[in-house]
Nanobody
């Protein structure tokens, strides 16, 4: 079992930056693909970014490409999401997720473990 705990959310203004972090328990963190998803009120959960086990392969939703960066530290069991140039449409609850065998990194059902989420609000 893996437990994921997100932190770093908050209220910011458009154009500001935030860094979300996800701390994972367990000794098998390095074997998981990790992802970030978000869910805005009244909308479905959507893919934001993902990173493979070694950290050499990263993936981004078109809406965040060039603004967000995902990275991981397998020695510290953490995965982070650096969010720059935030927009009001980035407002959502952000979730960290992990999975062992993922062939569609943008599909939430592919992930086995989920955190409780952290709220990000971007004011205009």
């Amino acid at each position: 079992q893996v437990q994921l705990v997100e932190s770093g959310g908050g209220l910011v203004q458009a154009g500001d930056s935030l860094r979300l972090s996800c701390a994972a328990s367990g000794r098998t963190f390095s074997s998981y693909t990790m992802g970030w998803f978000r869910q805005a009120p009244g909308k479905e959960r959507e893919f934001v970014a993902a990173i493979r086990r070694s950290g050499t392969s990263t993936y981004y939703a078109d809406s965040v490409k060039g603004r967000f960066t995902i990275f991981r530290d397998n020695a510290k069991n953490t995965v982070s999401l650096q969010m720059n140039s935030l927009k009001p449409e980035d407002t959502a609850d952000y979730y960290c997720a992990g999975g062992g065998s993922i062939w569609n990194i943008a599909e939430p059902s592919q992930y086995d473990y989920w955190g409780q989420g952290t709220q990000v609000t971007v004011s205009s």
